[in-house]
């Protein structure tokens, strides 16, 4: 088994991004998670205030989870074997980590595979705002819930860094009449202190969140951020957590983390936080087209296309990778509708007559360009058009791969005709030999087989070649399937026999 780890599968390279396809196509297209949907939690915020320490309490919910266990809290992750973090003003992530073991949930009544994300803390004095843009812009397009940790308040930068993608979400809503581009938000503020006006916890923080977000006394550019905002995103929560104690800081620093050190308000926040942010994620979207890993990895590619385009991205090269992405994914979901539809065709084991692969074809080909067409995509007709094109030629060479297959089958699907050719041959020879022998009742019987095996042959071949009559064709095909074992075994003994039998009879001719 491969060994669980966090992968960088978004490196920083100066000021480009550098995706590590190759790690996205291990663990997000392999046959056994590829076509499964994606939900994705990830993390994002300011350096140094504790984004991956938190995703290791991830990990450990959901591996209790999978192996049935009551308690996570117990213990953190040994070294190693979790997200990097130790305290301090050295940074730790860069570019954008991702465990390696999806978790397998069912979600809406659907297996469905989350994943966890970690990012490169923003802010720091190692980083551009175009890195800071690209890096924080890209968690939030391809996450379904973006946990933004923040430190101690949630203050108008902290807004206005959500300024690209939210202008992302408002551009679909301009465009596309839909709300909730970007699924679910989730502000945790950390260390938080004002519990004298709003208490710890779920509940607490959507008060607080209200007042952050709400217009009043605000200037119109400031009032049109968070309307945005709130149309950005289809839920938007806050969490306020509680500092985790200093005496766990000093542990940390000076010597090995314990859990026992946390402070029990840490420990019964982070209890009710993580189980409630797993619960909460939904598969990935785009458009309303669920996004499967296969997609999540096609999405992240073109996301950091689009972001080394420029120094800082722009909102529509952002919205045309995302509707490419979109549009590759309704494509996809296209020729599986296709595939789906001609099983029957290249299950069977049977030759089908070309008239009848060719309407499936068209009743197949007719339900996935149906599908591509009614499924809501973002952009115009005009950029769907190339896509329905490829869609199209997808559609076609599946096509001849299945009449290739469909005709291969003529040839081996023949033993039906040669065993009945041969059971009318051997019935002949021997009625020959008894017709000499003066065996004349068997010589009937044995000629009326060689006449029923004849006539049953040419009607096999006929409906073979034409396609007609299938269900005579197979009932053919069954009864000499049944008498396989014993046409093998007189072919065997019916040579000897003829042969013997033969020169009994050419003797009897000479003695005369």
Same mark, same amino acid.
């Given at each position: 088994n491969t060994k669980m780890a966090v992968v960088e599968v978004v490196g920083v390279r100066g000021s480009k991004l550098h995706v590590n396809e190759q790690a996205l196509q291990d663990i997000l297209c392999n046959e056994e998670i590829a076509g499964l949907p994606a939900a994705v939690i990830c993390v994002a915020g300011i350096f140094r205030s504790g984004k991956s320490f938190l995703l290791n309490f991830f990990?450990?919910?959901?591996?209790?989870?999978e192996a049935e266990a009551a308690e996570w809290l117990r213990e953190l992750p040994e070294d190693g074997t979790g997200f990097k973090w130790k305290p301090g003003s050295v940074r730790v992530t860069t570019g954008v980590g991702m465990w390696s073991k999806p978790f397998m949930r069912n979600i809406n009544g659907k297996k469905t595979a989350l994943l966890l994300f970690d990012t490169q803390g923003t802010f720091d004095n190692e980083t551009t705002m175009a890195e800071n843009v690209r890096i924080f812009s890209m968690a939030s397009i391809f996450s379904s819930l973006l946990i933004n940790n923040i430190q101690g308040k949630i203050s108008e930068d902290n807004l206005q860094n959500l300024q690209l993608f939210v202008g992302f979400g408002h551009m679909v809503k301009e465009r596309e009449g839909q709300k909730g581009a970007l699924q679910a938000t989730c502000f945790l503020v950390r260390d938080w202190e004002n519990t004298s006006t709003f208490k710890h916890g779920l509940e607490e923080g959507g008060r607080y969140l209200a007042t952050v977000l709400t217009h009043e006394g605000r200037s119109p550019e400031l009032t049109q951020l968070r309307s945005n905002i709130r149309e950005s995103f289809s839920s938007i929560d806050c969490f306020l957590m509680p500092r985790p104690g200093d005496d766990f800081i000093d542990a940390c620093e000076f010597g090995k983390p314990d859990m026992s050190k946390l402070r029990p308000a840490f420990v019964e926040n982070l209890r009710q936080f993580v189980p409630w942010a797993v619960n909460a994620v939904q598969p990935k979207t785009v458009a309303g087209t669920t996004v499967s890993c296969r997609d999540l990895s096609l999405l992240i590619v073109q996301c950091a296309t689009v972001f080394n385009q420029d120094d800082m991205p722009k909102v529509d090269g952002l919205f045309d990778a995302v509707s490419r992405v979109n549009h590759l994914t309704v494509r996809l979901g296209a020729v599986e509708k296709y595939v789906a539809s001609m099983q029957p065709v290249e299950t069977s084991k049977k030759y089908m007559s070309p008239t009848d692969v060719a309407t499936a074809h068209t009743v197949s080909r007719e339900l996935a360009m149906q599908y591509f067409d009614s499924t809501h995509k973002l952009g115009s007709q005009a950029f769907a058009e190339p896509f329905r094109k490829e869609l199209d030629t997808d559609i076609?060479?599946?096509?001849?791969?299945?009449?290739?297959?469909?005709?291969?089958?003529?040839? %081996?699907? =023949?033993?039906?005709?040669?065993?009945?050719?041969?059971?009318?041959?051997? %019935?002949?020879?021997?009625?020959?030999?008894?017709?000499?022998?003066?065996?004349?009742? =068997?010589?009937?019987?044995?000629? %009326?087989?060689?006449?029923? %095996?004849?006539?049953?042959? =040419?009607?096999?071949?006929?409906?073979?070649?034409?396609?007609?009559?299938p269900e005579v064709r197979d009932h053919l095909d069954a009864a000499v399937d049944s008498l396989r074992p014993f046409v093998a075994t007189a072919a065997t003994k019916a040579a000897p026999l003829v042969s013997s039998a033969s020169g009994l009879v050419g003797g009897d001719k000479k003695s005369q």
């Open positions: 990990l450990k919910y959901l591996a209790c989870e076609e060479d599946r096509y001849r791969m299945l009449q290739e297959l469909n005709a291969a089958r003529r040839s %081996s699907s =023949l033993f039906t005709v040669v065993a009945l050719c041969a059971i009318a041959i051997v %019935s002949n020879v021997i009625s020959t030999v008894f017709y000499y022998l003066g065996l004349s009742p =068997l010589v009937s019987l044995l000629s %009326s087989i060689t006449w029923l %095996s004849v006539v049953a042959a =040419l009607v096999w071949f006929y409906c073979h070649t034409t396609g007609e009559f």
